[in-house]
């Protein structure tokens, strides 16, 4: 059984800044790519960065220079480091980990159950 659990989302005024994190848990093999999507009301689920065993990143172009992501690779975490804000950034973000089970040479996607983030004067 794997579980990923979010924290770290909330309300913050436009400008400010988040730092989300998602830490995997169970049964573990190993983790290849971990990622962050968010979705707002009435819109697709939509990448926003992921990085890679090897910490190599990716990010949507809505994130980039605004966003980090980063992962500790011994605490099976990976962070979202969001400054600058923007009201448009407001969504439920995700996270996902495409990792083994420990025994299992078979790579499967997890989420996580969300956490809102609100930006808003």
């Known amino acids: 059984q794997v579980q990923l659990v979010e924290s770290g989302g909330g309300l913050v005024q436009p400008g400010g800044s988040l730092r989300l994190s998602c830490a995997a848990s169970?049964?573990?093999?190993?983790?290849?790519?971990m990622g962050w999507y968010r979705q707002a009301p009435g819109k697709q689920r939509e990448l926003v960065g992921a990085?890679?065993?090897?910490?190599?990143?990716a990010y949507a172009d809505s994130a980039k220079g605004r966003f980090t992501i980063s992962r500790d690779n011994a605490k099976n975490t990976v962070y979202l480091q969001m400054n600058s804000l923007k009201p448009e950034d407001t969504a439920v973000y995700y996270c996902?980990?495409?990792?083994?089970?420990?025994?299992?040479?078979?790579?499967?996607?997890?989420w996580g159950q969300g956490t809102q983030v609100t930006v808003s004067s």
């Open positions: 169970g049964s573990i093999g190993s983790i290849a790519t």
């Open positions: 990085i890679t065993s090897g910490v190599n990143t």
């Open positions: 996902n980990a495409r990792l083994t089970s420990y025994g299992s040479t078979w790579y499967n996607t997890y």
